[in-house]
């Protein structure tokens, strides 16, 4: 990673920050981070020290060793990095979530975000749920506000119960006004085995919509078509399993019928439009 970098001076910054762990059922939304980080040759703003915020015999610190055989020591920790891209620059948040002291790991952010000004802050996540693998990864996006929820095309959440770091992040931005908004994908939970590459790709092909901003999936597709081949032989091994997710492919189907025309035209429109070409390009 280059050398650290300053948050001030950002051309239309956008901030996207997910956390490991209970927010990110098979490493799907800290995956996005990882994705985003290594295209873009993410530089390095600042980390928040480990020492206020982890749990070490939770969140265990690493030896890694380099190329040249020099044995190092890598500690867990939260890290804010710059990643440019060609018409703006993302601002990415990620780490484990925090074991200790929740308000000043959130207060910190805040502060790092205030400093940004971005456009706005989109949180990610993933939850275990009953989607079925061999279909499209549901993606649920939340806005903060209402203006924002129908100029983005989602909803302004109304959940309530527990909640993770993204959920703290999220009423905190709304409380000093940046716009905020939350992706949370789907990840089958009798696959729950980090990574899944099929729910990375799905919440970074929501955030480029979300951000109107062309994001390059890199191997992802290939990652995550070898991931869905893997798991239909491994179900493919125990009729039980085979049966349930038949089960869970009916339900779907049933629920979410194939979208009309009009709808897929005005989805490659919108990619179309993203990528500066006009309908038609590059067809025959």
């Not at 530089?43 to 928040?48: G, S």
């Not at 190092?72 to 990415?92: G, I, K, N, S």
């Not at 959130?106 to 749920?129: D, H, N, W």
């Not at 903060?144 to 129908?150: N, P």
Request: with cysteine; hydrophobic share 40%; proline share 8%.
């Amino acid at each position: 990673m280059a050398e650290v970098t300053s948050l001030k001076n950002l051309r239309r910054p956008a901030v996207v920050a997910a956390f490991g762990g209970w927010n990110d059922a098979g490493d799907a939304a800290s995956g996005v981070i990882d994705h985003l980080a290594a295209l873009t040759s993410a530089r390095l703003a600042f980390a928040i020290d480990p020492d206020d915020y982890y749990d070490f015999q939770v969140n265990r610190p690493t030896v890694t060793a380099t190329s040249g055989g020099e044995r190092t020591l890598q500690w867990p920790t939260t890290e804010v990095l710059v990643a440019p891209l060609a018409e703006r620059d993302l601002v990415l948040i990620g780490g484990p979530e925090p074991n200790f002291h929740w308000r000043a790991f959130a207060g910190s952010l805040i502060s790092a975000i205030r400093t940004i000004k971005p456009e706005i802050v989109v949180l990610l996540g993933a939850m275990l749920t009953d989607a079925p693998h061999s279909r499209p990864v549901p993606v649920h996006g939340t806005a903060s506000t209402q203006d924002l929820a129908d100029s983005l095309g989602l909803e302004v959440s109304t959940y309530e119960g527990p909640t993770g770091m993204v959920g703290v992040l999220a009423s905190d931005c709304a409380v000093v006004g940046v716009p905020t908004a939350s992706l949370w994908a789907s990840v089958p939970h009798y696959v729950a085995e980090p990574p899944n590459p099929k729910a990375t790709l799905a919440l970074l092909d929501r955030l480029e919509d979300l951000l109107d901003t062309p994001l390059d999936p890199g191997d992802l597709a290939e990652q995550a078509a070898s991931w869905e081949t893997q798991v239909n032989d491994l179900a493919a091994e125990d009729s039980d399993i085979s049966a349930y997710i038949s089960a869970l492919e009916e339900r779907r189907d049933e629920n979410q019928p194939e979208p009309e025309g009009d709808v897929i035209a005005a989805e490659i429109q919108r990619y179309l439009r993203r990528r500066n070409q006009p309908p038609g390009h590059g067809q025959r």
